[in-house]
Every structure is written in C-alpha cells, then in structure tokens.
C-alpha cells in the first residue's frame, strides 16, 4: 500500500525547466558536542538557503559526530541529539530549504543510525540505516540495529510525532520532485536501498556518508556512485564525514559529491579544514526522459509493482511542505558541442566511433561481395570522412584500395581548392580516379526541361546534385559496385539534402555522425592513420568553408554558397538536435540551454545573442519538421552515437506531421 504521511497544502509552482538545486555540505564536528555541531549545520543551512537551495544534506551521525563509539551508548549524548533537532527544528521554522542530517536514535530497545529530514520547522520523516559495517575498521553493530531488525512504528521524538519504518520511504517536495535517502554503507551492498527507491519514483538519492580515507579507495566510491547513479538514472548527493572527526585509527576527507545520471556535476574539495558545501542543479525533466524511453528500467519496475499489490512492501510517500516560488538562474555548465568527446577520452572516442563506421561498411561489402564500392568526392568534409572510412574498410578486409572508384565531379560552383584537394586526396590514398565534369549534361537537362540557366534557383541547384547521384549509381550498375552515401546527420536532421539526390546511396556510413564531429574525426585520422602529405590535405579540407558548391565562385574564385550562412550555424543545429531528440526537450528549455553554452565562456564555441539563438531554433523546428519526409526513405547506415535519425530505429515520425504547438512556443521566448 501507499501510505501518505503528511500532505501539502497545494502548490502549482513547477520546477524550473525540471532543475533542481541542491547541496552537499560538509560542517566542522567536535565528536560528542551536539551544540557545537549543531551550530555549524545552522551556519551551513543558512548559506544554503541564502543561495536558493532547495535540498541539502550533511554527513551521517552530524549531530553528534560519526566517530563517537561506545559513547553511542551514553543516554546524555542521545539526548543532546534530541535537544539539538529540537534546535534545528525551531532554526528552519522561517527557512525555506530541506534538510536531511544524521543522528542516532533510540527507538524502544533499539539504537538506530537514522537521517531526519526537517523543512519549516516540521520532522517530515526518520530513515533509518539498513546495511552496518562490521569488518576491518568498523564496529557499527557494536552500537546499532539495521533497519531490518525494525517493525513500523510511530514515535514521539524532537517534540513531534513521526513513523520510522524499514520500508522504503520518498519524499516529495511542492513542485513534485522526488527524493529518496540512503546512509553510507547502504550504497556498498549488492542491492542498495536505492534500487528500491529509484524504482517506486525517486528521482534523487541522497547519501549521509561517513567512509574514512583510504589509498586508491576515494576513486573507487567516485566510480561506485557514478555507476550507481547512471544504473537509477538518478541523481545522487553523496555528503561524508570531514575535519573534527576523530583521527584515533582512521581519518575522514570530506567527500562532497554530487552525480546526474552518472556524471559528476559537483564536488567539493576533499581534507578541507574549512565547512564546505557543494551545489548543482539537477535537471529531473531529463533523468525521468531518460526513464520513459529506456523500456528496461521501466520493466524492472514491475517487480516493485506487484510486491505492492501483494502486500509484500509498502512504500511510505511522504509531501513536504509548500513553499514559495525560489528565484531560477541556470547556474550549471552547459557543452555546447554535446556530440564531441571530452579532450580526456577525445582520441579513444574518435577511434571508437571510425570503427564503427569501418565495421557497419565491412559487413555490408562481405555480405554483397562486392569488391568495389564508389563515391562521389568533392574535396568537402563529409565525402572526405566517408572516403577515409572506405579505405581502412578495404585496408582491414586485405583488398585492393583501387577497388575504391573516387569520382570528382566539378560543376558550375566547383572552385579550384576543393578540386585540387578531392584530386590530391584520392592520390595520396591510391585509389581510382574518375573525373566526370556535370557542366555540359546538367546544360543540356536545362534545354530539355525548358530552364532557363541565368535562373539560378532550386531547379538549378537540386539538377547538379541529381546528375551527380545518377553517375555513381549508373557506375555502380557498371561495375558491380556499392554507393557509398556522404551525407550527414545534421543534414538528415535539417533536410539539407536534394531528395533522390545525394540524399540516397546504397549504404550511408556519415548518417549517425553529426556536423560538429566530423571535423574531429578527419582531424583524428589525419593525425593517427596517415602520412604527413595526406596529413596536409585534411587538414586545408578541415579549414575549408562548409558549402554545397552549386553556385558559381566569387569573381575572386572562392566559394560564394557557405551553408552556415543559408541554413545556419551548425553548432546551434547539432545542439538542439541533440536536447530535442534525446530527452524531448521543448523549445523553451532548448533556449535556455543554448543561451547558456553559447555565453561567451566555452573557448571552443562561438557567442550568439538571444535573438540569433530563438531565429535559428525556429529555423531548426520548422525544418526538421517538414523534411521528415526525406528521411523517412533513407538508406542503410550504422549507428554510432546515443542519438540517429534511422526510421527503422530511433526515429519514427509521419512525415505529415505539425510543428504548430513547437513554433508556437517559439514565438512566445
């Protein structure tokens, strides 16, 4: 059953964007000093409140200090802690933040481990610890009882009436987060309580810790809790024992670390001498997208489910207060470039993501036999990408690189510079050559259809890029050969690609990589696969101006057409493709997003103002919804991020449908 401790007065204030901000905070502690102790967790509540935190928690045992031992067993150290939360409990009457701190209480012949969590004067719950630690350095059951050795029971203590219970308990805050709680050791154990709490709805678990410092043990719990945070799709503010503590055997750092779904997003500084406190914004609207779309999580569910039903469990909801609507600036970093690996693991990833292209093309040529394949290449980024991934694919099978027919096909847009490099490039590699200029056919397909060619419209453009995909598909029939597609993964998002143009191929090794990478993954094999000639040539492609070519250069020769000044800056779009396809973002939270990573403070990406930012995403919506259509047809082609456009995977959208609702939203930023 599901039993409703406290209920709220209504409040319709949603989370902002569906962050959260909390805190970890780490106070000063004199072991046995209830007063003092309790005077540092006001001075660190009261900056937290200051700072618009909405939920802070502080070490186990903060009230009287972890490392008491035996005088655990003293009725006037249980008592002090009492007295203290009483303190506490008055402190907060006026504060609008919760709290969740540690203490030892006695519960009839039971010593319990316990976290009190307190907002407004109130004692919303007790949660008592379930796994203790009794090896090496730890004596916990010399002074306490696990949870398990507990029956529901309601008791009187710091003045109020609260249930303490071994079942699972959430808490509820006004604006309809959910949060759980865990105490140290508990997140060690083969199945912690967080698995439990993040299947009846936590959205966040918090952890009063007191795990002492030892050599290569503090990497270990950054990986534990990163993994058990990414395993709950959760977030996860883990708070441990600091300065004060005793140093008789063992010492304690200080850990104040904050996760979102596996990815550290706070932490404090560890042997600090000093109180300290650690504060993130948790994006919720995100971890419960993370939910819905993954089917596993949503299945493990079940279990929950039915050991309620059968009165097996009983999971004890319990509402905070209501509270007044608190001030919302994003505060956390935001990657502008959300495709790109970190610099830490940037080479590895690239090597990862190659393979993967290497490997889809592979079994696609073993499988047809074929050995040959042929590409259009134009001395651009994209076709240059997919022509690397066709020579280490025939590199890896053992097959002749000539078995790669490149053809060059200048038109009326070519300039000098990509012709060179796409005719450098292809020697360089060694393979076949076939230059096949479009000019004098796509003329003479002006004459038969009646167009005149001074009219340098979508007719004009869109024939180029026709006759260019005819000659490699008529080549293909030729040589008993494979098409290998070039177009990329913002491309498909925008529909930046002429239909039954180079919109087709027989296989598109580019369609799950993004704009925004493929210039890292040319940078990456130029600078790990090649030699220093080749080297050359990728590197003036990466410098090379975006641009379909299918204008005529500049008087001066260069390229007139650049995409990002026609469709707009690729950054922007691969931004918002990637918050609006993997967590559903609306375009609200996509702006505030980018109005952040796009501030001025990331070295790697350029500033845009507001207005550019809402006209471009508009630009986005409106395309990505109406060029459905164009990749609901698309060839085959691997997945190598977490985000594809496939129609026969991740992206299954009628082509007919409206933008009204997103444009709309747009109009009101």
């Known amino acids: 059953m599901v039993m409703v401790q406290h209920k709220s007065q209504s409040n319709k204030n949603a989370m902002k964007q569906g962050f959260i901000k909390v805190a970890s905070a780490i106070p000063l502690v004199r072991v046995g000093d209830c007063k003092y102790n309790t005077e540092q967790i006001m001075s660190l509540v009261e900056q937290a409140e200051k700072r618009d935190v909405e939920i802070v928690v502080f070490p186990e045992l903060s009230i009287t200090g972890y490392s008491c031992q035996d005088l655990f067993h003293q009725s006037m150290l249980l008592d002090s802690a009492e007295n203290a939360l009483m303190l506490l409990l008055d402190f907060t009457r ?100 967080s698995n439990q709490l993040v299947l009846a709805g936590a959205d966040l678990i918090f952890n009063l810790s007191a795990s002492n410092e030892l050599t290569g043990k503090h990497q270990y719990l950054k990986t534990l809790l990163a993994q058990q945070s990414a395993r709950t799709m959760a977030g996860y503010v883990y708070s441990g024992c600091g300065f004060g503590e005793s140093t008789q055997d063992v010492v304690y750092g200080g850990n104040a670390l904050i996760y979102g779904n596996g990815r550290l997003i706070g932490e404090g500084e560890r042997f600090s001498f000093e109180p300290q406190m650690s504060i993130a914004q948790i994006d919720i609207e995100r971890l419960r997208s993370e939910r819905r779309n993954n089917s596993t999580f949503v299945n493990a569910q079940r279990n929950i489910k039915f050991a309620i039903q059968n009165a097996h469990l009983s999971i004890h909801t319990i509402d905070c207060k209501a509270t007044q609507p608190h001030s919302f600036v994003l505060e956390r970093s935001i990657a502008p470039h959300p495709f790109i690996p970190s610099s830490a693991d940037m080479a590895d990833d690239c090597d990862e993501i190659f393979n993967i292209q290497v490997a889809g093309l592979a079994k696609r040529l073993v499988h047809t036999k074929s050995k040959t394949v042929v590409i259009g290449v134009s001395g651009g980024l994209d076709s240059t990408l997919a022509l690397l991934v066709c020579v280490k694919t025939f590199d890896k099978l053992k097959m002749d690189r000539k078995g790669i027919i490149g053809v060059t096909m200048p038109g009326f847009g070519t300039t000098e510079r990509t012709h060179d490099n796409a005719l450098n490039l292809m020697k360089s590699l060694g393979i076949s050559i076939r230059e096949i200029n479009i000019t004098a056919s796509v003329n003479q397909h002006f004459r038969d259809i009646g167009h005149d060619p001074v009219k340098r419209d979508t007719t004009y453009e869109n024939c180029q890029a026709r006759e260019r995909t005819q000659i490699l598909m008529d080549l293909s029939n ?25 919109h087709m191929s027989m296989y598109g090794v580019n369609g799950g990589v993004p704009k925004t990478l493929i210039r890292y993954l040319v940078k990456f094999v130029a600078e790990s696969e090649l030699d220093a000639s080749s080297k050359a040539i990728l590197m003036d492609i990466i410098d090379t101006p975006i641009s379909p070519e299918l204008l005529p250069a500049d008087e001066n020769g ?6 990002e000044d026609l469709v707009g800056p690729y950054e922007l779009h691969d931004f918002f493709l990637y918050y609006f396809l993997r967590f559903g973002f609306r375009p609200s939270k996509l702006y505030l997003l980018a109005r952040r990573a796009f501030d001025g403070t990331h070295p ?39 985000v594809s456009l496939s129609p026969r995977g991740d992206w299954r959208m009628p082509s007919d449908a409206s933008a009204t609702v997103w444009l709309a939203e747009c109009e009101t930023l």
Request: one cysteine or more; glycine letters at 8%.
């Open 94 to 193: 006026k504060l609008d933040v919760v709290v969740i701190l540690g203490l030892p209480i006695a519960v009839g012949d039971l010593l319990l481990n316990c976290a009190a969590v307190i907002q407004q004067g109130q004692l919303l719950g007790l949660v008592p610890k379930t796994y203790l630690p009794n090896y090496n350095e730890f004596y916990e059951k010399r002074w306490f009882a696990s949870s398990q050795d507990l029956r529901t029971s309601v008791i009187r203590y710091a003045g109020s009436q609260v249930m303490i219970t071994s079942d699972p308990q959430l808490f509820r805050t006004c604006d309809g987060a959910i949060f759980g709680i865990e105490i140290c050791e508990d997140v060690w154990a083969p199945t912690p309580p």
């Open 478 to 502: 030729e040589l008993g050969a494979l098409v290998i597609g070039t177009g990329d993964l913002s491309e498909l998002a925008l529909g930046w690609a002429t239909y039954n143009g180079d």
């Open 558 to 563: 260069t390229i007139r057409q650049k995409t």
């Open 604 to 642: 790697e990406a350029k500033t845009y103002s507001d207005d550019m930012i809402k006209h471009w995403l508009k630009i986005f919506v409106r395309r990505f919804f109406n060029q459905q259509f164009k990749r609901s047809c698309l060839p085959d082609g691997p997945k190598v991020g977490s």
